[in-house]
């Protein structure tokens, strides 16, 4: 067995596996070297062939672990059709096939000698009296054969006599009239080729080989803006049921990695809109200008079942479908990980500090009204939030972080001790009392998704059912 490439910019290479370990990273010493792929470690993974043939693939403890089939693993037996995700890269694992064995050797077919030319007669050309090796035929095709050949030894000996009947000049007339028919021809095959090639690249591919199946799902999304003072990478990925960004920014000083995994159809919803919004209709390439000042890149791929699409975009102005496509995926991933629009880091600063504020001060007032100390857990992850990205980490961090812990547990408790006041009141059937502590349940978690109020609530239709009586 051998590993392809069936997903990545170097898509269709083949590495075979010997009795040496093969290195996957982006160290110069691996065997495949991935260094254009941000999510793959130096030290990556490594495919070990073991002694009876098989191929076991290890996880080197990678930053972003390596999937196989879609599985997060540490170390896995390998079987023909496998796939090996390794950052954006995908492989697949193939059946080696064994070279076939020499063909035996075949006599050479005797063929009868050409009369000899002329004494005055000018040479034939190199084709006329190279002798030519035919392969072995069936012993029942002997007769037509030895037929051709004399046909066409007849055909020749009849074109040098041609050749030294006709003058000098319209030889040289016939030989340029050749040429040029040739030139014409390769002219027009070589257009028509380089026609057929830009208008393939043009179109969606289809994936060869085994696939996962019709659902199969995978989407990359990069952007790189680059200046002389600094670099932005934004880097999208779904791939296996799980949504995976990293963003880094230089000069503003803040990076983002983070990773869920999605409901079951989200991601090929994504993808739906996409394609309703035409982005099957998208060429392969747009741009490719020299940077003046700032070069920017935006490349997406999609592959749905055995569908491959790559669209790149490069220092140009995208399309307009390609920007809404642009702005469907960033939105999809900002909601799924809940993650704060894109502000500078001075505002965020300032957002955290404001929230930071506001969560002590309700805080404080916990005992003024019921909802204030829940409201200030909510003021303290936003002073979290806003200040994720950010790289090193103010102080008001690490203090929003323990204000929230603090104000966490003593909800928690609050809400146990009311629980426990409700079923006291059900049991000694003080339905009035009953109703009273889970209306404050309700009051302290004002959130309807929460499933503490969803509890109080289903409890409390079950009292005033008994207070109707």
Do not use: C
């Not at 809400?415 to 426990?420: E, G, K, Q, S, T």
């Not at 502590?437 to 969803?454: F, G, H, N, S």
Request: net charge negative.
């Amino acid at each position: 067995m051998k590993l392809r490439i069936s997903q990545g910019k170097r898509r269709g290479k083949e590495f075979a596996v010997g009795a040496e370990p093969v290195l996957i990273g982006r160290d110069p010493s691996a065997a495949i070297l991935l260094t254009e792929d941000q999510l793959v470690s130096s030290r990556h993974a490594e495919v070990v062939r073991e002694p009876d043939g098989s191929l076991t693939i290890r996880d080197l403890d990678s930053v972003n672990g390596t999937e196989v089939n879609g599985e997060r693993i540490e170390s896995t037996q390998l079987q023909p059709g496998d796939e090996v995700t390794i950052g954006n890269t995908v492989f697949e694992v193939i059946e080696e096939v064994a070279a076939p064995p020499p063909a035996p050797d075949r006599p050479k077919r005797e063929r009868r000698a050409a009369a000899p030319p002329p004494a005055k007669r000018r040479p034939p050309p190199k084709e006329e009296i190279e002798e030519i090796e035919p392969e072995q035929e069936p012993a029942e095709e002997e007769g037509p054969v030895e037929e051709a050949a004399e046909a066409e030894e007849a055909e020749n000996l009849e074109f040098g006599r041609e050749a030294e009947a006709r003058p000098p000049a319209s030889l040289a007339r016939r030989i340029l009239s050749l040429s040029l028919t040739a030139l014409i021809t390769l002219v027009i095959l070589g257009g028509g080729v380089y026609i057929w090639m830009q208008f393939q690249q043009s179109k969606p591919r289809m994936l060869t080989g085994t696939v996962a199946g019709a659902d199969r799902i995978d989407l990359s999304y990069e952007k790189v803006v680059a200046s002389k003072d600094n670099i932005f990478r934004y880097a999208l990925r779904i791939s296996g049921g799980r949504l995976m960004l990293n963003i880094d920014d230089l000069k503003q000083r803040r990076h983002l990695q983070k990773e869920k995994t999605l409901k079951e159809g989200l991601a090929r919803e994504l993808v739906s809109q996409l394609e309703r919004n035409g982005f099957n209709s998208l060429k392969a390439k747009y741009g490719g200008l020299p940077a003046e000042q700032e070069q920017e890149t935006v490349v997406v791929e999609l592959t749905r079942g055995n569908r491959y699409q790559r669209v790149e975009v490069d220092n140009t102005i995208p399309p307009d479908i390609f920007v809404s496509a642009q702005k469907m995926m960033e939105e999809f991933a900002k909601n799924e990980l809940g993650l704060i629009g894109d502000k500078p880091r001075e505002q965020l600063l300032q957002d955290a500090a404001d929230a930071f504020k506001t969560g002590k001060q309700l805080h404080e007032a916990r005992e003024v009204d019921y909802p204030n100390i829940y409201k200030a857990i909510k003021a303290f992850q936003l002073v979290q939030l806003s200040l994720e990205t950010i790289e090193p980490k103010p102080e008001i961090y690490r203090q929003a972080v323990a204000f929230e812990a603090e104000a966490t547990d003593m909800l928690k408790q609050l809400v146990d001790n009311l629980r426990f006041n409700v079923d006291k009141a059900v049991r000694l059937s003080e339905w009035t009392r009953a109703r009273e502590a889970l209306q404050q349940i309700m009051a302290r978690v004002p959130d309807r998704e929460d499933d503490r109020y969803k509890e109080a609530e289903r409890r409390l239709i079950i009292v005033q059912q008994h207070l109707r009586r």
